[in-house]
């Protein structure tokens, strides 16, 4: 049999709006098969019918060549087909071992749990798997790299023959993310079939065998992995090519805004020095532990300095707190979206006028609602941010229009120097080109900014300079035809 599972003229809409239209989509035995497309395509509803999570409306899924009627995800585990989600299903106040067999029966004679046999079972089962993990530990101990890993044993010990994996590195540093390919690849090799979902196309290139791409609901193409290029897969998922995403690098920087002489904090931060202009896209590039985050944090006032001076328009500014970088114009977009960019559960208006409420208000707590209204609605319209209204709240956005809220809410600000942490992390490639259009517009807007990216394609794309740290000292600078791949590797890793 040649595909494990088959899924067939997949239709399913919610209300009036059609999220899959038709779909054909088929893994082989002891493949990778990536799954991609813009936020919205469809990839994520699609795999929540074959996981049970939802009902189709149409259409026919076969597994190992006779027809499955998946209705539920017990019906999913039951034709041996495992979904990990971004947002992990485990019980932080269980052990490994609980976790792996809960909802199994694991009671001895008079339903007495035979735990020193159970911790002996799963410990054998996750060292024959590799996983290198304590069966006794409990699972809220765990980083979410192994807390993911424990996922992944899961479906193994469930007999799983079908993995979905659904953005797997989104949170997890170089060094995770290659324990989990490792992982992923020898899963592959017990016949395992992998159902890979991501936005990172170096890890859809590493890893698959064939490449399945979405838009509008629809498949616009399955292809084998060595027969396309990364701009192929884009042109497929966008209609534009890689060379189409980036601005044209035409801006004219001005004078110094901001500088950073000799900032220090432990042994992140060691003597980092360098400036930023108006009207300028410094790109700062670095491994994981490079101190590129820790660096942008001194900068906002986030966390002390130990040493060194920030200057402003060439007057040295005390920053001790966000606050006071606020004063001296200093706008800063976390990494972390979620945790600190943005508040889910309150409005896209709240969101976005809470740095500046001050504006918005008078007496004794009156909120001049009119004109807030129409400042968000002007933000929501420069920014292109895809809402339904202003009270929308911002976790019922896609990634790439939370992230917009989160820059929004920072640009109206009187900034001089804005700081973009990881702006597109975990948004799909119509959303990055977005951002980028958006970035480009602030610095010919006379907007100094700061990007730090772990993508070197979007540092090298977007940078009229390049800073490289490497363990928390700058290594390079490059600019002009200086930036390159090659270049900036040799910098990262300390050459």
Not at 104 to 112: A, Q
Not at 266 to 276: H, I, L, P
Not at 320 to 341: C, F, H, L, N, W
Not at 445 to 473: F, K, N, P, T, Y
């Amino acid at each position: 049999m040649e595909y494990i599972v088959e899924m067939l003229n997949i239709s399913k809409a919610f209300g009036g709006v059609k999220a899959l239209r038709s779909v054909d989509f088929r893994i082989k035995k002891g493949e990778i098969h990536a799954l991609v497309g813009e936020n919205g395509a469809g990839k994520s509803t699609l795999m929540k019918v074959l996981s049970g999570a939802i009902m189709k409306d149409e259409g026919t899924i076969r597994i190992n060549g006779e027809e499955a009627d998946i209705r539920s995800t017990t019906d999913a585990i039951r034709h041996n087909v495992a979904v990990i989600y971004q947002e992990l299903n485990l019980v932080p106040d269980l052990t490994v071992a609980e976790n792996l067999y809960l909802g199994e029966d694991i009671s001895g004679k008079n339903t007495v749990v035979r735990w020193k046999d159970l911790y002996e079972k799963t410990g054998k089962m996750l060292t024959e798997n590799g996983f290198d993990i304590d069966p006794k530990e409990k699972v809220g101990n765990l980083t979410v790299a192994y807390q993911q890993m424990v996922e992944i044993a899961k479906s193994v010990t469930r007999n799983a023959d079908v993995i979905v994996l659904d953005e797997p590195t989104a949170v997890l540093t170089a060094s995770e993310a290659e324990n989990l390919f490792e992982i992923i690849l020898r899963l592959k090799n017990e016949g395992k079939s992998i159902i890979y979902i991501s936005h990172r196309m170096e890890e859809i290139f590493r890893l698959s065998d064939r490449v399945t791409v979405m838009k509008d609901g629809a498949v616009t193409g399955t292809v084998e992995i060595g027969a396309v290029t990364n701009d192929d897969i884009i042109n497929l998922m966008i209609g534009r090519t890689l060379g189409d995403m980036f601005p044209e690098k035409s801006r004219k920087p001005g004078k110094i805004v901001l500088e950073a002489k000799d900032l220090r904090r432990g042994n992140k931060v060691k003597g980092v020095s360098f400036n930023v202009k108006s009207g300028e896209v410094l790109g700062i590039f670095g491994l994981v532990g490079a101190g590129k985050t820790e660096t942008a944090r001194l900068l906002f006032g986030a966390d002390k300095m130990d040493g060194g001076a920030i200057l402003i328009d060439g007057k040295e500014m005390r920053i001790t707190t966000p606050k006071t970088a606020m004063k001296a114009g200093i706008s800063y977009v976390s990494e972390d979206r979620k945790g600190q960019g943005v508040i889910l559960d309150m409005s896209v208006r709240e969101n976005i006028t809470m740095p500046m409420l001050e504006n918005y208000t008078f007496g004794p707590g009156i909120v001049k609602a009119a004109k807030e209204k129409a400042d968000v609605l002007q933000s929501i319209e420069k920014l292109n941010v895809k809402t339904e209204s202003t009270e929308t709240k911002v976790q019922n956005l896609s990634g790439g229009n939370q992230q917009k809220v989160s820059i929004a809410k920072w640009i109206d600000l009187d900034s001089k120097v804005i700081i973009l942490d990881e702006p597109t992390r975990g948004v799909d490639v119509g959303a990055k080109v977005e951002i980028y259009k958006l970035i480009d517009s602030l610095a010919r807007g006379g907007l100094a900014v700061i990007l730090i990216s772990s993508e070197m394609i979007e540092v090298i794309g977007m940078s009229d300079r390049v800073l490289v740290l490497h363990e928390g000292r700058i290594r390079g600078e490059l600019s002009g035809n200086e930036i390159s791949e090659s270049n900036i590797i040799s910098c990262a890793i300390g050459r």
